[in-house]
């Protein structure tokens, strides 16, 4: 495929702020030739994995396909005939090791980190879907390793690649609507079974033949499989997804974070409701408290985040606030952002932070006109979407800059919107040490950054 050197080569590093900080040029090439393909293994092929992987074989030859279900790998089959088929990732990567370049990770959030922590310690690139990790560890982790490694990353959040949110964080950036002092971001999720509705474990049942258990389990605890975890269901397991936060954070508070740079929070806050030990809970409202970043338009700020519904009604930042960017507050998006600053309010009604308006401090309409919202004008231009992800990957395999949502960047993001849980599952105010990776007022809450692994699935281990 045809790279346009403008849009993946041609921006300056220096203009793209903090989040483009990964090597310029990727320590590990995918190939010495350009006419050479890139080849790729897909590990997890069903639900967003399906996708993924058909993107993938657009920029490179698919060579092998993995995944638990081995229903996912007959359909997957039929469009990649020639590749072989696993259903276990560590059989996979131990047999073709010299003869694939990269992977591309699209399984449950529980086992994100480690196929492609394991790819990454063999010099394999790694796309791997949102949320990067499952816990804050984790993500960590990733982002040493792949820095370490010198391998090209991407995670799938493919509001990245859309030029309108990366121009809405020039914008932010060159301080349009002055100093930022408040970010309000709010989902639809959760859309799957979790509390009030789930909050036990389901009753158990023999594994269907299609399915392989152990595979899927991973380094989770052991327990017999049930129907209800797989597919789709295991989003609000705690075991397994990451709730409403890892699955639309990732995507939503993308561009804010983005664009106001932020990073370690010093404080999160939880209110939640139906907190308990199984599911993720039914409502929350969580406060990210942030330090200044040094820079004129970025001081001291907060970001609220809004999931679930109490009483019937969806946990949204105040009417007073919605009414001024919209008129009808119950015509309202069922997800979107708001990034509040002195001179102005940046709304975005989607999910992706690629579409937005731009309203005075009291809602006036007319504060920001023939102001360009839509062509980056220092970030590289890419406009193409999931596919535009893809494309990105694999100009930064052959030699070109990091891709924007390297896991750099996304492991940081990452790391911050997994904090939310954390604080959820302590109920308390947590204190947070970014640099040693720790909660410093409630030792017990450290138990929620990193987890127990199963034998034989420690990704610690060979570090």
Not at 22 to 32: E, G, Y
Not at 159 to 177: C, F, M, S, W
Not at 329 to 354: E, H, M, Q, R
Request: glycine share 10%; hydrophobic share 40%; charged share 25%.
């Amino acid at each position: 495929m045809s790279l346009n050197r403008r849009d993946f080569l041609g921006a300056s590093a220096a203009g793209l702020g903090y989040f483009y900080t990964a090597d310029a040029i990727s320590a590990v090439r995918a190939a010495d030739k350009p006419s050479e393909k890139i080849r790729i293994a897909g590990i997890g092929i069903g639900g967003k994995g399906s996708s993924d992987i058909d993107q993938a074989g657009e920029v490179g030859e698919v060579v092998a396909l993995c995944d638990i279900d081995a229903n996912n790998l007959s359909a997957k089959l039929k469009k990649f005939p020639k590749a072989e088929q696993f259903f276990d990732y560590r059989i996979l990567l131990e047999k073709l090791e010299k003869s694939i370049d990269a992977v591309v990770v699209s399984t449950p959030d529980h086992t994100h980190a480690l196929p492609s922590l394991t790819a990454m310690r063999m010099k394999k690139h790694v796309y791997c879907q949102k949320p990067l990790t499952h816990s804050i560890f984790e993500a960590r982790l990733m982002r040493e390793t792949a820095k370490k490694m010198g391998v090209a990353t991407q995670m799938g959040n493919q509001g990245t690649a859309e030029n309108g949110l990366r121009r809405a964080a020039e914008i932010i950036q060159a301080g349009t609507i002055g100093a930022v002092t408040e970010i309000h971001v709010w989902t639809n999720r959760p859309i799957w079974p979790q509390a009030p509705q789930v909050m036990s474990r389901p009753k158990t049942a023999d594994v269907p033949k299609h399915v392989h258990w152990d595979e899927f389990l991973g380094g989770a605890p052991e327990r017999p499989y049930a129907p209800g975890y797989h597919p789709f269901g295991w989003r609000g397991w705690l075991d397994f997804g990451t709730g409403a936060l890892g699955d639309m954070a990732c995507h939503t508070a993308n561009m804010a974070f983005m664009a106001c740079k932020l990073g370690y929070p010093t404080a999160i806050s939880a209110d939640a409701t139906d907190v308990n030990q199984e599911t993720f809970s039914s409502s929350a409202k969580i406060e990210f408290d942030f330090p200044a970043r040094d820079e004129k338009f970025l001081p001291a700020c907060k970001l609220f985040w809004y999931e679930g519904k109490r009483d019937g009604k969806k946990v949204l930042p105040s009417e007073t606030l919605l009414k001024k960017v919209i008129a009808d507050v119950g015509k309202l998006s069922n997800s979107g952002s708001l990034i509040v600053g002195t001179k102005g309010i940046l709304f975005s009604p989607n999910d992706y932070g690629a579409q937005y308006t731009l309203v005075g401090p009291d809602g006036e309409k007319d504060a920001f006109t023939g102001l360009n919202l839509t062509k980056p004008e220092s970030m590289p231009i890419n406009g193409k979407g999931d596919q535009g992800m893809k494309i990105e990957w694999a100009a930064a395999m052959r030699g070109g800059p990091a891709a924007v949502s390297n896991f750099d960047y996304s492991g940081m993001l990452t790391e911050v919107i997994l904090l939310g849980n954390v604080a959820i599952r302590s109920g308390k105010k947590i204190v947070w040490d970014g640099p040693k990776m720790m909660v410093t007022n409630d030792k017990a809450a450290n138990a929620f950054v990193r987890r127990e692994y199963r034998k034989g699935w420690d990704v610690a281990a060979n570090v």
